[in-house]
């Protein structure tokens, strides 16, 4: 016999379309954050980027700080991912930094959001949300390449962790303060694929030249 309760299963079309409004909201959410931080940024406003309702946005997400969340957690995805990868321990640890470096360049290219909403986060939240989407990993990942280096006299004796946020610094103060340096290369658009990769490779000279024996 049966129970006479019957569940509700999504269909796949129903499941694509809650994929794609999750999307866009997140979109929408990652705009607004980058403009005013967790703090300054308003539910009233993602909703009507994104063409749904506060209730759907708090449906798929609870809250305002959730939905931060998860758009914390997809921005730093890849650098987390990336720094998971138990290879960036073995071999060459110059080759190892200088890959972990130009793949963290690539990203912060891909998001000029990014750089501002990390930097709302120091000011208003005091790095909560950036630790409890694990964001340190990615500097303990290069801390471990870096002391490795040492241990094998491939780079000068340095403190790992101050070293970490020298290295992170130099490469995005570039894109977070973008819209102050442009003044510099008037003539140019810093952000093409050209300026970019000119300031992929003058930072990472730089940082290798600074560390190597």
């Known amino acids: 016999m049966g129970s006479g309760i019957h569940m509700k299963v999504k269909s796949p079309t129903q499941s694509r379309d809650a994929e794609l409004t999750k999307a866009k909201i997140l979109d929408a959410a990652e705009e607004e954050f980058g403009q005013g931080g967790l703090a300054g940024a308003r539910t009233e406003a993602i909703a009507q980027r994104t063409g749904v309702t506060k209730a759907m946005i708090y449906y798929y997400f609870e809250s305002k700080e959730g939905l931060y969340e998860a758009v914390l957690e997809r921005c730093f995805q890849g650098h987390i991912q990336a720094s998971s990868d138990p290879t960036w321990h073995e071999g ?12 963290f360049l690539a990203r912060s290219a891909q998001n000029p959001n990014l750089p501002n909403i990390v930097a709302y986060e120091a000011l208003q939240n005091q790095g909560k949300y950036f630790k409890q989407v694990g964001v340190p990993q990615y ?31 130099a490469c995005v103060f570039y894109f977070c303060c973008r819209e102050n340096v442009k003044f510099l290369w008037a003539d140019k658009d810093i952000m093409s694929p050209e300026m970019v990769a000119a300031h992929m490779d003058e930072a990472v000279n730089l940082i290798m030249r600074g560390l190597m024996i």
């Open 92 to 103: 060459d640890p110059a080759e190892k930094l200088e890959g972990l470096i130009r793949q």
């Open 139 to 169: 500097y303990e990942t290069m801390a471990r390449i870096l002391e490795r280096g040492m241990q094998m006299g491939v780079f000068r004796q340095v403190d790992a962790y101050h070293a970490s946020v020298s290295i992170v610094g």
